[in-house]
């Protein structure tokens, strides 16, 4: 059987009254807020297609409300006035064999995707190598008065809650 995913990362901020509302204003932005989170590793299934959302996130993921969401995600929080954080997926794939996830946090950018690369770069030489070029999405938030959220999430797949024998 071939895995064929359409795996959408969408990067997005939030802001709130807490680090929480600010988390969930960010996955509201990103169009998934509506879903429980299963939270997955770095690995990317053979045949599956990585695509950023332009201008970030804006288009609501498909799904109904408390579906299940299959993701790798890079959260980070600042709640100080005058912080500055960034969060960042990086992945790099082969077109036959899948490819690699990583989420990172910091506290600029030039540290994020150092991270990224990195990481990438040993987990690629880990397995022999032959993964193609870094890519990357970022996300940055700014603290004024209130917490707020970064938040890169690569979406997989949106499940319901239905037995598996009644699916379609």
């Not at 770069?121 to 996300?139: K, L, S």
Request: with cysteine; net charge negative; glycine share 12%.
């Amino acid at each position: 059987m071939t895995t064929r995913l359409d795996i959408t990362v969408r990067a997005a901020t939030g802001v709130g009254r807490t680090k929480l509302a600010a988390y969930d204003h960010a996955l509201l932005n990103a169009g998934v807020g509506n879903f429980n989170l299963i939270k997955l590793s770095s690995v990317i299934p053979p045949h599956s297609t990585v695509r950023v959302l332009e201008g970030g996130a804006r288009e609501a993921l498909a799904g109904g409300h408390g579906d299940k969401l299959y993701c790798v995600e890079s959260a980070v929080f600042a709640e100080h006035s005058g912080e500055t954080v960034w969060a960042g997926l990086g992945w790099t794939t082969d077109a036959t064999t899948g490819g690699l996830f990583v989420e990172h946090h910091g506290g600029s950018e030039e540290s994020l995707m150092e991270q990224i690369t990195l990481s990438l770069h040993d987990m690629d030489t880990n397995r022999g190598g032959g993964y193609g070029p870094i890519q990357a999405a970022t996300a940055s938030a700014h603290c004024t008065d209130r917490p707020v959220c970064a938040l890169v999430v690569a979406a997989y797949a949106v499940e319901d809650w239905s037995p598996k024998e009644t699916r379609g």
